[in-house]
């Protein structure tokens, strides 16, 4: 009966162990979720900025790998 008793009590320690650790797990995935959001949100910010210079850019752009296709 003893034996039993202290098996059962393991098993509650280990239970509430890994209760632990599932809400800290939890709180970290929140906290990765919110940061890709706030990242998401500032490469969206980033983009409209410079959208209105999105014409300017593609000339760019074009003429950087012309200059490569010429260099090569």
Partial sequence: MQKDNEELMKQKALFEEQEIEIKYLETRVQELFDLIK????????????????????QSLILTHLEFIRFKK
């Fill in 38 to 57: 706030y990242q998401k949100n500032k490469i969206m910010s980033t983009f409209l900025r410079i959208l209105p210079e999105r014409e300017l850019i």
